[in-house]
């Protein structure tokens, strides 16, 4: 994953979409972040995984939009793009260059806590703010993206199909904000 490129491609299609046409701060637009993060502990406790058989297996039977509503949206593997994609925005937005960053030092043992727990440890690190904004959206991605190894989730593919299919939403996804 190359950080910088989902960061440019995250913002201009939320731009594209209307999300930024007017500022918010920095603190909402992390609130936007948590409510994703929330998001994404109720697909865990339904229990909505991803059916990728069936993804595969309709990939030219019907369009890919209809095909992405039955079988991933609103999955964990989905909600985990969400979190992913909502911090390369902001990232974009902000122009944070994640190739002239030091590295991330931060590490996890995610199989030592439950899947709330991680989830409120991701929550926390992003509310630090006695840590500068583009050091919390650098720990933030590489939180997701080590989280997503851990659960055996190819955030990779599930944030390009679900930027491909945030191309094709309404303005704002039919939201205020």
Partial sequence: MNFNDLANKAHSNAVAHGFWDNRLSNEHCLMLI?????ELVEADRKGNHADMDAFVKYDNRISFEENFERHVKDSLEDELADVAIRLFDLAGALGVDFDKMNPCRYHRAFDKFNFAENAFALCKGLARDAIGIEKRIQFGVEYVRNWAESLSV???WHVEQKMRYNA??????NKAY
């Fill in 34 to 38: 948590i409510t994703e993060v929330g």
């Fill in 168 to 173: 094709t939403r309404p303005i704002r996804h």
């Fill in 154 to 156: 190819g955030l990779p």
